[in-house]
Nanobody
Framework: QLQLMESGGGLVQSGGSLRLSCTAS????????IGWFRQAPGKEREGISI????????NYADPVKGRFTISRDKAKNTVYLQMNNLKPEDTAVYYC?????????????????WGQGTQVTVSS
């Protein structure tokens, strides 16, 4: 069974940075495209970024372009989401997802495997 685990969330002031990590149990992340999604209270889940297996293809949602960077470290079996210049509207639970294929899409309905999430809170 594929198990994804997010870490690195926390409380940060507006303008600050956090780096989220996505690790796996029972499988190798390098065999999957990995994405990051988030869900704020009272809002629908939204896609943030996705990276293909080699790391050569990425996609970002408009609200985070230029501020967030997705990357992967195959040796550590980890995918990262570096979040800079954080804003209060970035406050949400952040999830990583895995898919066999890189679809490029940030639609949450396309992804079957989800982690439990990590809370990110940005204070103004």
């Amino acid at each position: 069974q594929l198990q994804l685990m997010e870490s690195g969330g926390g409380l940060v002031q507006s303008g600050g940075s956090l780096r989220l990590s996505c690790t796996a149990s029972g499988f190798t992340l390098a065999d999957y495209a990995i994405g990051w999604f988030r869900q704020a209270p009272g809002k629908e889940r939204e896609g943030i970024s996705i990276i293909n297996r080699s790391g050569g293809l990425t996609n970002y949602a408009d609200p985070v372009k230029g501020r967030f960077t997705i990357s992967r470290d195959k040796a550590k079996n980890t995918v990262y989401l570096q979040m800079n210049n954080l804003k209060p509207e970035d406050t949400a639970v952040y999830y990583c997802v895995a898919d066999t294929y890189y679809r490029g899409s940030l639609s949450p309905v396309l992804y079957e495997h989800w982690g439990q999430g990590t809370q990110v809170t940005v204070s103004s």
